[in-house]
C-alpha cells in the first residue's frame, strides 16, 4: 500500500467548485425559512407588495385603501382637493394627482388601481387602467349600463389582469352562513323573500337646482362629470348627494 505524502494529503483537502457550490446550495435550501417566521403572521416582504393607486379617494376610496395598508399606496387621485385632504394627509408619499389619465401616463410604477368615483366615471377609469396591464378593484355599482360592464368583462380577459367589485356587503359571515343554510334545506324550500334597506340617506325626488354657483378652486368640475351630460355646478351634487340624482 502506498505511503501517502504531505502533497497528496493537501490533494485530498481541495474540492471543486461545481462540488462546492453544490454542498453550498444544499446547506441553503436548509436554512431559509418561510417569511411569515421572519416577520410574524400578517407580514408581507417588500418583494411581495403591490404598488397601488387611488382614484376617487376621498370618500368610499378612502375606506378601500385603509384595507390595503400592508401594500404599497404610490398614486392618489381626486377631482376634490378638499373632499380627499384627510387621505393625502395618511399617504405623505404618495403623489398626488387630479387627472387619473395623466397619473397612469406619468406614474409607471403601478401596478393596481382602486376606483371608487361616482358610478358614472367608474367603466371609463377602470378600462383605461386595465389597457395599461393594471389590476382594478372596483367599487360596486360596477358600471353606469349592462353595456359598460360587458366591455369591462371583455377588456380583463384580453388584457389578462386581475379584476374585483366591491361586493363587502355580500361577503361577510352572516350572508356566507344565510346561503348555506338556504342550500341545505334547513328552512325549507325558500319561495319568497322580504328585503329592506336603510336607503337612501341622501335627498332625491327633488327638482334640479337652477342656481349656478361658482365652482370651488379645489374642484375640477368638468373631471367630475366625466362621460355624464354636461351641466352647471351645484354642492346638491357633490360630495355624496350626486347618488340621489
Request: with cysteine.
Amino acid at each position: 500500500m502506498k505511503k501517502k505524502t504531505g502533497n497528496d494529503k493537501t490533494n485530498e483537502s481541495k474540492i471543486s467548485r461545481r462540488e462546492f457550490m453544490s454542498g453550498a446550495a444544499a446547506a441553503m435550501a436548509f436554512t431559509i425559512v418561510p417569511r411569515h417566521v421572519l416577520g410574524g403572521e400578517g407580514h408581507t416582504a417588500p418583494s411581495e407588495k403591490l404598488n397601488v393607486a387611488g382614484v376617487g379617494v376621498g370618500g368610499m376610496g378612502g375606506v378601500n385603501l385603509s384595507k390595503l395598508a400592508n401594500e404599497n399606496i404610490v398614486a392618489l387621485c381626486d377631482v376634490d382637493e378638499k373632499y380627499a385632504a384627510e387621505t393625502f394627509k395618511l399617504y405623505p408619499n404618495a403623489k398626488k394627482y387630479r387627472d387619473y389619465r395623466k397619473m397612469l401616463e406619468k406614474q409607471k410604477d403601478i401596478e393596481a388601481v382602486v376606483v371608487a368615483t361616482p358610478d358614472h366615471t367608474h367603466a371609463v377609469i377602470a378600462m383605461a387602467a386595465m389597457q395599461m396591464g393594471k389590476h382594478v378593484y372596483v367599487q360596486k355599482p360596477l358600471t353606469y349600463s349592462v353595456y359598460e360592464a360587458r366591455m369591462l368583462t371583455e377588456a380583463a380577459r384580453k388584457y389578462k389582469v386581475a379584476t374585483q367589485m366591491g361586493n363587502q356587503g355580500h361577503s361577510g359571515e352572516g350572508v356566507r352562513l344565510t346561503c348555506e343554510w338556504i342550500w341545505d334545506g334547513v328552512i325549507g324550500d325558500v319561495r319568497e323573500v322580504h328585503a329592506w334597506t336603510n336607503r337612501p340617506i341622501w335627498p332625491q325626488g327633488i327638482d334640479r337646482p337652477t342656481e349656478t354657483p361658482l365652482v370651488p378652486d379645489t374642484l375640477d368640475w368638468d373631471l367630475w362629470i366625466g362621460p355624464a351630460p354636461a351641466r352647471p355646478y351645484h354642492p346638491a351634487y357633490t360630495p355624496l348627494f350626486w347618488r340621489g340624482w
